[in-house]
């Protein structure tokens, strides 16, 4: 019976413990969690691409990410005159490209080390010599990389851009399903409290699943139909979860 005791105090003790924590404490945890997600997401899209170079598209090789690449540019620029910054999209998402190829690959001299073993001297040794040629055989593989590390950056871009709008709606969302609930309780009507312990854990998985989506898929798609649905569930869910909310908790 002690263990059991035990067993169910330690969650709520560390519930506790999370809402003690300094505030610069959970800013800085919620900082290194997004950095988290976005370098396993950025590793992951590496991994689809040159899974799809070997197994699905291995007769285009890296011009496939290349193509993803300038096409992900034309939605910005054919669809997206302004962003919330005032400048175009297309402008914006370009230049954090350029700045994520530049500090990534030319400030740390990566891309001239890689050139650096392609290039070995003839009177190398066997070893020095088998670097190269190996270096020659993924030469393809790591212009991939390039590719779509840009393309990562391109996407966080344009979904770092798309953040107001989830605001926007879930404050619409907010202040409408609040009316709905107080309508509600002085009508005398019926909670529903199932529904909104079902409904309310999609708030989160609305914005981060799309996230995580949209910047793994291995293929060029207009932002809307990505982001659109997504603000459609975000925007439910936080209608539902505010209008059913319980009186007592």
């Known amino acids: 019976m002690a263990v059991e005791q035990a ?7 560390y519930v506790q413990r999370r809402k003690h924590q300094p505030l610069t404490f959970r800013i800085l945890s919620g900082f290194l969690d997004v950095v988290g997600f976005l370098f396993l997401a950025w590793l992951i899209a590496i991994a689809i691409e040159w899974v799809g170079m070997m197994l699905i598209w291995p007769e ?15 939605y910005l620029n054919d669809d997206f005159a302004t962003s919330i910054s005032g400048s175009s999209p297309a402008i914006t998402a370009f230049d954090v490209a350029t700045t ?25 040794s066997s070893i020095r010599l ?6 020659w055989q993924v030469a393809d593989f790591f212009q991939s990389f390039i590719n779509t590390t840009l393309i990562f950056a391109v ?23 609040l009316v709905q609930r107080e309508l509600r309780i002085y009508g005398g009507g019926i909670e ?9 854990p999609w708030i989160k998985p609305a914005v981060m699943s799309t996230w995580f989506f949209y910047l ?13 649905p997504a603000m ?18």
Do not use: C
């Open 100 to 124: 994520v190829k530049f500090y990534v690959f030319e400030w740390t001299h990566f891309i001239h080390f890689y050139d650096w073993l392609k290039e070995a001297p003839t009177d190398a």
């Open 232 to 249: 459609i569930v975000f925007g439910m869910a936080i209608f539902l979860t505010s209008a059913l909310f319980k009186k007592h908790v």
């Open 192 to 200: 529903r409290a199932m529904v909104y312990h079902h409904v309310k």
């Open 155 to 177: 996407r966080v871009t344009v979904a770092t851009l798309s953040m107001p709008a989830f605001l926007l709606i879930g404050t619409a969302a907010l202040i409408d399903g």
């Open 7 to 13: 067993h169910h105090s330690a969650p709520s003790q």
């Open 216 to 228: 793994g898929i291995p293929f060029s798609i207009h932002p809307n139909l990505i982001f659109v």
């Open 60 to 74: 285009e090789g890296s011009n496939h990410s290349e193509r993803m690449l300038s096409q992900e540019l034309t």
């Open 130 to 135: 088998s670097i190269a040629r190996v270096a």
